[in-house]
């Protein structure tokens, strides 16, 4: 079972506390340092001292990092050229020694597009599918060879496909719950479907319909890892877990419904149900950074029930 932090930097915080959590995560033996990527606070947050760009913030730390892998839930197709991403994307894992992790998906929040001038255009799936086919022909044309792509939005003539990640394959992650393209493009390009934020029904119902769409086009759906992402508040006891929902302005029933909220019990057997439903691997959305101890309760007391 793969335990993974997620964070949302967008809510207000510096490098360096990015680089505290990364750390700590590396200490306590989570699997994984993951961030959202996003240019604008959402509710009623300060956001201060103001954005990180994602994949600068990776590049920081795959220098300050030696274990734990990097990566993002997601990278907005919007933000970014396929092929400059490509190169980003590929010089991170190089300085990490081939420890990075790609999600990628649509773009959907209209206004940090607006508040810092990106184009956020109508038909953002059509582009994400060709941002997907792109990105991984870069990375799969051998040595020596080059890509060529003509699409509806994106056209690449004769590219060296050049750098390539230090991985063989470096791990492309595709989520969300859409019932029918959604799966379709996950079956096609990626390694990892990740479900965000959505209960063990709906979760169980979208694992399969990936699954059928894995075999649907000629992979076998083990050949994917499952994974969900839900906002994680846990504590040594009831009075721990009350705080740490205060802290980030949440009510503890609600958490407990809707994320990996409660005592490490409670947790454990939230888990389980979601395991059941086909995940096998879970990224704890943090939402406030400065509560190192919450990164420790889980590594200790809720990572060791799991096995």
Same mark, same amino acid.
């Given at each position: 079972?793969?335990?993974?932090?997620?964070?949302?930097?967008?809510?207000?915080?510096?490098?360096?506390?990015?680089?505290?959590?990364?750390?700590?995560?590396?200490?306590?033996?989570?699997?994984?340092?993951?961030?959202?990527?996003?240019?604008?606070?959402?509710?009623?947050?300060?956001?201060?001292?103001?954005?990180?760009?994602?994949?600068?913030?990776?590049?920081?730390?795959?220098?300050?990092?030696?274990?734990?892998?990097?990566?993002?839930?997601?990278?907005?197709?919007?933000? @970014?050229? %396929?092929?400059? +991403?490509?190169?980003?994307? &590929?010089? !991170?894992?190089?300085?990490?020694?081939?420890? /990075? #992790?790609?999600?990628?998906?649509?773009?959907?929040?209209?206004?940090?597009?607006?508040?810092?001038?990106?184009?956020?255009?109508?038909?953002?799936?059509?582009?994400?599918?060709?941002?997907?086919?792109?990105?991984?022909?870069?990375?799969?044309?051998?040595?020596?060879?080059?890509?060529?792509?003509?699409?509806?939005?994106?056209?690449?003539?004769?590219?060296?496909?050049?750098?390539?990640?230090?991985?063989?394959?470096?791990?492309?992650?595709?989520?969300?719950?859409?019932?029918?393209?959604?799966?379709?493009?996950?079956?096609?390009?990626?390694?990892?479907?990740?479900?965000?934020?959505?209960?063990?029904?709906?979760?169980?119902?979208?694992?399969?319909?990936?699954?059928?769409?894995?075999?649907?086009?000629? @992979?076998? %759906?083990?050949? +994917?890892?499952?994974?969900? &992402?839900? !906002?994680?508040?846990?504590?040594?006891?009831? /009075? #721990?877990?009350?705080?740490?929902?205060?802290?980030?302005?949440?009510?503890?029933?609600?958490?407990?419904?809707?994320?990996?909220?409660?005592?490490?019990?409670?947790?454990?057997?939230?888990?389980?149900?979601?395991?059941?439903?086909?995940?096998?691997?879970?990224?704890?959305?943090?939402?406030?950074?400065?509560?190192?101890?919450?990164?420790?309760?889980?590594?200790?007391?809720?990572?060791?029930?799991?096995?």
């Amino acid at each position: 079972m793969d335990l993974r932090i997620f964070t949302e930097p967008q809510q207000g915080a510096s490098y360096d506390t990015l680089l505290s959590v990364a750390k700590a995560a590396e200490d306590l033996r989570f699997d994984a340092f993951f961030r959202s990527d996003h240019y604008l606070k959402m509710g009623e947050v300060s956001g201060l001292p103001g954005p990180t760009d994602a994949w600068l913030t990776l590049a920081g730390l795959a220098r300050e990092t030696s274990r734990i892998r990097l990566g993002t839930l997601m990278t907005a197709a919007t933000f @970014r050229l %396929p092929g400059v +991403l490509a190169i980003q994307v &590929a010089q !991170v894992d190089a300085m990490s020694g081939g420890r /990075v #992790e790609l999600g990628l998906g649509a773009g959907w929040f209209a206004a940090e597009h607006t508040a810092y001038g990106i184009p956020f255009p109508a038909e953002k799936f059509p582009r994400l599918e060709e941002q997907l086919a792109i990105v991984t022909g870069l990375f799969g044309t051998p040595e020596g060879e080059t890509f060529s792509y003509d699409g509806t939005y994106y056209q690449l003539a004769d590219s060296p496909a050049l750098p390539k990640p230090v991985q063989e394959k470096l791990p492309i992650l595709v989520g969300g719950m859409g019932k029918q393209r959604t799966p379709a493009l996950a079956a096609r390009y990626a390694d990892e479907f990740n479900i965000p934020f959505a209960s063990v029904e709906d979760s169980a119902a979208q694992f399969e319909r990936v699954r059928r769409a894995a075999e649907e086009a000629g @992979r076998k %759906p083990d050949d +994917l890892v499952y994974s969900n &992402a839900l !906002v994680a508040c846990v504590g040594k006891d009831d /009075v #721990e877990v009350a705080r740490r929902a205060a802290a980030i302005g949440r009510e503890v029933d609600e958490l407990k419904r809707n994320g990996l909220a409660g005592t490490p019990a409670e947790v454990v057997d939230k888990i389980g149900r979601y395991a059941e439903a086909g995940a096998s691997r879970f990224y704890f959305q943090i939402l406030d950074l400065s509560d190192l101890d919450h990164l420790d309760v889980i590594a200790s007391q809720v990572a060791p029930q799991l096995g």
